[in-house]
């Protein structure tokens, strides 16, 4: 059998332009979880956008998005949550542990 010419293709190849990346100075603590753990942005049913930080085997945060929340804005969010959990220990969980709205009784 012969092989199969290639063709070249005119659609862009997928990935994110160096422009839309935001400065690691804008986002200091994610650009260092990256080097060596990892984020995660989606939707998890039924909860919504999420945002999630990992290093390694442990969660950092994960985060819920908030209405009207940007892309931008929910990843600063992240940021300061790794930061608290670089500099003070503290994990947030926003996932698993129901929000309390500020109507509620306590």
Same mark, same amino acid.
């Given at each position: 059998?012969?092989?199969?010419?290639?063709?070249?293709? /005119?659609?862009?190849?997928?990935?994110?332009?160096?422009k839309a990346v935001p400065d690691? /100075?804008?986002?200091?603590h994610l650009a260092e979880l990256i080097d060596y753990g990892e984020i995660t942005i989606g939707t998890l049913e039924p909860v919504g956008g999420?945002?999630?930080?990992?290093?390694?085997?442990?969660?950092?945060s994960m985060l819920v998005r908030r209405d009207g929340e940007t892309l931008l804005q929910l990843l600063q969010h992240l940021d300061l949550a790794v930061a608290?959990?670089?500099?003070?220990?503290?994990?947030? /969980?926003?996932?698993?542990t129901p929000r309390r709205s500020s109507r509620s009784k306590k």
């Open positions: 059998m012969a092989p199969r010419s290639k063709v070249a293709s /005119d659609r862009p190849t997928r990935g994110i332009s160096k690691a /100075d804008l986002l200091p999420v945002a999630t930080a990992v290093d390694g085997a442990n969660c950092l608290l959990a670089f500099n003070e220990d503290i994990f947030t /969980d926003e996932v698993n």
